[in-house]
């Protein structure tokens, strides 16, 4: 099982892998032991199973998860898609054609969260509209 700490760690380490230990302990609020237990812990659990991260379904199999397509304003697109990436909850973005720029990825722990999140991308400046589908279930995954 997994504790909010662990799911604030693998957020980071999404970000970014190779951020050392010292800065992720500074973001965390723990030290520097507590981050490279942890880690070890993780990577005893197979939690994290490598590095750039990828970390096991049934760890992280809870919470909800939601396609957040964003438009822009013309000539905004790079910027917003520059914010909308330092969310660590951002697992993917992507540029799209049609009706919408952008599409991103996000996981939340809870369904405030992605409230959140959704709210927090919506208020970032060339952002003009979000619309949002939760994902229920994924039939078929092949990464």
């Known amino acids: 099982m ?7 760690l693998i957020a980071l380490l999404r970000v970014d892998a190779r951020e050392p230990v010292a ?9 520097r032991t507590t981050v490279q237990d942890r880690l070890r812990r993780l990577e005893e659990q ?13 760890a992280t199999s809870h919470g909800i998860s ?11 697109q790079v910027d917003v898609a520059k914010m909308v990436g330092k969310f660590a909850s951002v697992q993917s973005l992507h540029t799209v054609s049609g009706k919408f720029d952008l599409m991103a990825l996000v996981k939340t722990s ?34």
């Open 23 to 31: 800065s992720l302990a500074r973001k965390l609020g723990v030290s």
């Open 110 to 143: 809870t369904s405030e969260d992605m409230d959140k999140i959704i709210d927090q991308i919506g208020a970032i400046s060339g952002v003009d509209g979000i619309e949002t589908a939760v994902i229920l279930s994924t039939k078929v995954d092949r990464r």
């Open 46 to 58: 197979g939690v994290i199973a490598g590095y750039t991260v990828k970390v096991s379904r049934d």
């Open 66 to 76: 939601a396609m957040v397509m964003i438009s822009a304003e013309p000539r905004r």
């Open 2 to 8: 997994l504790t909010a700490k662990d799911e604030d």
